[in-house]
């Protein structure tokens, strides 16, 4: 099974804004932002393992193919990597990479990050 389309997926969730928005709208949770296991929110696991077909379907119409099962595969090795229960070694294995090969530069802004989700949780609002 191969990972890497899920994983270029994912990773452009980190840059592209109207994505994000995406995905947090069809999610119902987090930044909209899964480009790395630091940057998927456990909330936003458990929705994409609610919604992957509608995932799947989003992605595909951005030309990415992949099946359910190949993204919750990739969900799943992030949320193991979160919870300390796979070593980097097990983690790149499982996503098919090099060892030590980075998935994604863990978090391009943490300001920004801590920003945005401080205000949605707390304020229940977005900033620019």
């Known amino acids: 099974m191969t990972t890497q389309t899920v994983l270029q997926f994912m990773q ?14 069809l999610l119902g949770c987090g930044d909209g932002d899964i480009s790395s ?8 696991s458990l929705a994409i393992s609610q919604r992957a077909p509608k995932i ?3 992605a595909a119409s951005m030309g990415y193919q992949f099946s359910n099962d190949e993204l919750l ?15 980097d070694a097990a983690f790149a294995n499982l996503l098919g990479i090099a ?7 863990a978090v391009n802004n943490n300001v920004k990050r801590l920003a945005n989700y ?3 949780t707390y304020l229940g609002v977005t900033l620019s």
Do not use: Y
């Open 56 to 58: 799947t379907e989003l």
């Open 37 to 44: 296991s630091v940057n998927l929110d456990p909330e936003e």
């Open 73 to 87: 595969s990739v969900v799943d090795a992030f949320k193991q990597h979160q919870n300390g229960t796979i070593s």
């Open 12 to 25: 452009k969730t980190a840059d592209n804004n109207a994505l994000q928005q995406q995905l947090e709208q």
């Open 99 to 105: 060892p030590g090969e980075s998935v994604r530069p």
């Open 118 to 120: 401080l205000s949605k």
